[in-house]
């Protein structure tokens, strides 16, 4: 699982993304290293989305290349066998815990299906690492075993990453992946999520709109306005001492102690009729 | 009273000398909205459940108050409650006066008055609007129907109000459709049909949440400045405790179905005066820095009726728990000109601090 040229495990290059008339991603590139970790920054209809769907391939780019581990993937998968390799490179959490996990299956069952699919390993060996799996996201043993409909939103959330590692990826898509979990539990998920990267070694690739979330968790971000990149850099100083009219906006707009808002010249920019 | 009425005033809250809801506020001015002793029981899972518990909260004229917690602690509830739009066989206790009068007990031409003069506003505008009717019929509904404000007038005020909140072209966008405007422009076409009535209080359930953040802050802006203009009273529901300090006088936060704390916004962040405020307020990643590790609340929050019995509902997550937490329910109790429903909130003076990470 190695990457054999010791370059990103991720790397995007000039990647386009066109819907009829609309480009919803344009000439978009970045790289992630083993271990490192990006922020997509954006809001509604900025294309961040599209970017993730486009890396797991869930949408075919218009232009440009996808590579994970030194290998394209900016075409469809020809192979069930090519298709699990792809999965054994990047996993995807997404936003909503309630519509992506399996209402009839338990954590366990989960778990254990993806780990049987991907490494085809004997009973044992896949029970001994459900249990590894689950402890490490912190689900008890009644949980692991229940149905989600039972279980919490952050506690799906749990579920949902412990799939998606279970497949060892070596980059984790995390698409707003904490923004519907209450504060005190999307604390919990965020040094998990921590804890995960220090453990496993796994790249993360942020897509969020929460710049405090964003500052936590990555190293390096891109700030994306309407599929364009406008601005990068690492987090720090990109949030410290934005440099670009839309990030210092963004930036602004961030209720913090002692924030106003205004009503800004900029009326409704960001959003638009549909 | 179509289905809310059961027992509104089943236990009614004895008259004491001093509210609970009154302190902490400027005594001489009447509360517009009071809310005494207010226990919601709902029917979850075939058992009636309280998700409510001895609710107390009082907004004057033109204040804004903010309603701030996490899933579970009620506060979209206690909005619903006092617009009376509670579930079907909700059972209700307590009481809620709106200038001087028991919603509960309102009916007929009573009723229709409240109901202009109480405006809500909700999370997703596109749930609360008819998508098959034009953005003017909508506005213009209450004015038509509950005030006979003729048809032009209606209009006219309606397109006057689009202006106000900052929507270009009032009368095209009168003609359009709700799919035709997007998420933020129909959120400031809530607002602006909630003020077409002249409320004098409006309740506003996590307007800005489902918006872009610079949206966000245009539709905050926004609804800061007409709110003054007007002389509104707001009650503004959201998880977020910055955003509420950002445009509330006041914030009320809610853990579990019951007030826990009540203190002037500014103040929140800073000096909090019960351990769950604080709590929330450092589990929150902090746009400056990064911390080495989050300060997260162990456990998840509980609505009423899976709050422990007998005990405070936040000591088994509380950093501060002690055996007199555990050795009965604390009450609401005035503290430094706040209130805070902490056994150990006086202990606790000057040692709890929102911001601290790390």
Known sequence: MTDPSGGPVLEVSGLRKEFGELVAVDDVSFAVPAAGSIAIVGESGSGKTTIARMIVGLERPTRGTIAACGRDRSRPARSARDRRRRGSEVQIVFQDPYTSLD???????????????????????????????????????????????????????????????????????????????DVSIQAQVLNLLA???????????????????????????????????????????????????????????????????????????????? | MSGLGQAPEAERAPATGLSPAAVGQTPQVAPLLEVDDLTVLLRVEGAERAVLKDVALAVR??????????????????????????????????????DGVDVYQMAGADLRSFRNRVAMIFQDPRAHINPVRRIGDFMTEALRTNLKVPSAQAAARAVDMLGQVGIGEPERRMRQYPHELSGGMLQRVMIATALLTE??????????????????????????????????????????LELAAAICDR????YAGQVVEVRESVLLHDDPLHPYTAALAAARPDIGRTATRLAAI????????????????????CPHAADICRAGPPDLAELDGGLSRCARAADLRGTLRGADHD
């Open chain 1, 103 to 181: 209402p009839r299956q338990s954590a366990e069952a989960t778990i254990d299906e993806v780990l049987r699919l991907h490494h085809g390993w004997a009973p044992d060996r896949r029970r001994a690492r459900v249990a590894e799996l689950t402890e490490l996201v912190g689900l008890d043993a009644r949980q692991a075993r229940a149905l989600p409909r039972t279980l919490s939103g952050g506690q799906r959330q749990r579920v949902a990453i412990a799939r998606a590692l279970a497949a060892e990826p070596r980059v984790l898509i995390l698409d707003e992946s904490v923004a519907a979990l």
């Open chain 2, 298 to 317: 162990p456990g998840r929050p509980v609505s009423a009726f899976e709050a422990p019995a007998g005990e405070c509902a936040f000591a088994p997550r």
């Open chain 2, 199 to 240: 409320p004098r209080l409006l309740l506003a359930d996590e307007p800005t949440t489902a918006l872009d953040v610079t949206t966000q802050a245009e539709v905050m802006a926004i609804l800061d400045e007409l709110r003054r203009d007007l002389g509104l009273a707001m009650i503004f529901i959201t998880h977020d």
């Open chain 2, 251 to 254: 914030t009320v936060v809610m």
């Open chain 2, 61 to 98: 004229p033109g204040e804004a108050v903010g309603l701030v917690g996490e899933s579970g602690s009620g506060k979209s509830m206690t909005a619903r409650a006092i617009d009376r739009l509670l579930p079907r066989g909700a059972k209700i206790s307590g009481q809620i006066k709106f």
């Open chain 1, 195 to 274: 804890d995960v990267r220090e453990s496993t070694g796994v790249s993360y690739v942020l897509i969020s709109h929460d710049l405090a979330v964003v500052r936590q968790l990555t190293q390096d971000v891109i700030v994306l306005h309407r599929g364009i990149v406008v601005e990068r850099g690492s987090t720090s100083s990109v949030l410290d001492d934005p440099q670009h009219e839309y990030t210092k906006r963004l930036r602004a707009s961030v209720p913090r102690p002692g924030w106003k808002p205004r009503r800004g010249a900029l009326l409704g920019a960001g959003e638009g009729t549909t």
